[in-house]
């Protein structure tokens, strides 16, 4: 049994960047939002080996929307260089989900209260 647990496979979102005082690209507010990196790696002794699946996404405050960035434009991000983000720079016009403003949680567009904390939603 001592072997379990040596290696295996895992899922991991890192906050790449906060922007604070920008321009919104899904609403066009002024406000905040974070760049964030998603990938799955396969670990040895909680060692990371191997990354793949590599996606870049924006969350929002203002309007709650998460949308994914086109894959040059956050490795850019995470290579140091300032980008300002647009709406060119998003793989769909259309967010991909939306957050509850209260507790954070992913939710879908048809819910008007959140199911997470019970918050009523815009």
Known sequence: MFFVGIFGVQFKAKSLIVEQGVICPCCGAYDRYEVLKTFNYFHIFFIPVWRWNKHYYIRTRC?????????DVGERIERGERVQITNEHLVHSQPTG????????????????????????E
């Open 63 to 71: 309007c709650s929307q998460t949308s994914e960035l086109r894959q």
């Open 98 to 121: 939306r957050n509850c403003p209260n507790c954070r949680a992913s939710l879908e567009r048809t819910f008007n209260f959140c199911p997470h904390c019970g918050t009523q939603l």
